[in-house]
């Protein structure tokens, strides 16, 4: 089992930027992948970015490259994603989510990935 909690999200002016960050308890935190997902209203949830066990490898949703950055530390059980140049079209629940299969590199669908967080709120005004 993997217990995942978003933090980080609110309110901000397009331009502006949000850190968000998951803490994982559970299984041991440097044994699988991390993702992060995001879905806006009446919309299906989409990938924003993802990274391996080990953080060699990472991988970006095509709307944020450049602007996003994914990160962890797995001695604090924690992954981050730092947005920067935010938009009103990054307005959406964000999620975290664990993937438990580290063999497979990073994956970017969201069937492929077994634990979900509660989701955290990020609003982008214009």
């Known amino acids: 089992q993997v217990q995942l909690a978003e933090s980080g999200g609110g309110s901000v002016q397009a331009g502006g930027s949000l850190r968000l960050s998951c803490a994982a308890s559970?299984?041991?935190?440097?044994?699988?992948?991390m993702g992060w997902f995001r879905q806006a209203p009446g919309k299906e949830r989409v990938f924003v970015a993802a990274?391996?066990?080990?953080?060699?490898?990472?991988a970006y949703g095509d709307s944020v490259k450049g602007r996003f950055t994914i990160s962890r530390v797995n001695a604090k059980r924690t992954v981050y994603l730092e947005m920067n140049s935010l938009k009103p079209e990054d307005t959406a629940v964000y999620y975290c989510?664990?993937?438990?299969?580290?063999?497979?590199?990073?994956?970017?669908?969201?069937?492929?990935?077994?634990?979900w967080g509660q989701g955290t709120q990020v609003t982008v005004s214009s």
């Open positions: 989510a664990a993937d438990l299969n580290p063999f497979l590199g990073v994956r970017v669908g969201v069937s492929d990935y077994d634990y």
């Open positions: 559970g299984r041991p935190f440097s044994n699988y992948a």
């Open positions: 990274i391996s066990h080990s953080s060699t490898g990472i």
